[in-house]
């Protein structure tokens, strides 16, 4: 349904120390860069997810969050780990969500620059 999705943001250098270990969790490398934005995706393939440098940038308003498809559960307690320890900001503890559905396992929280995440294993 979706080519691919991007996210402004204000620092490049910062905004990349965060998501390059982040990505790497759920599969996720550079495919490719330059001075002003990265893109990632899975090795030798296009760019499903970008981030561009600019000025003024911040996310989209309540209601907006992107969750990434994890393989287990597992996944989604290291994407929650790392991205704490990378700078991002708890949202909701990995576990069950059984409101969402008897499977739906996720965390969620908020990158360094205001963009809510989530990893999801259903």
Request: glycine share 14%.
């Amino acid at each position: 349904m979706i080519g691919h999705i991007s996210f402004g943001v204000r620092d490049l250098g910062h905004a990349t120390a965060f998501y390059d270990p982040v990505m790497a969790t759920i599969g996720f490398v550079r495919v490719w860069s330059n001075p002003t934005a990265v893109g990632y995706g899975r090795s030798g393939g296009g760019d499903k997810f970008a981030l561009k440098q600019r000025d003024g940038a911040s996310p989209p308003g309540v209601g907006f969050h992107l969750a990434f498809d994890a393989p287990d559960r597992a996944t989604v307690d290291r994407f929650h780990a790392v991205a704490l320890a990378h700078g991002g900001m708890d949202d909701g503890a990995p576990g069950l969500r059984p409101h969402y559905g008897p499977t739906y396992y996720a965390a969620f929280l908020t990158d360094p620059d205001g963009y809510r995440l989530e990893a999801v294993h259903q």
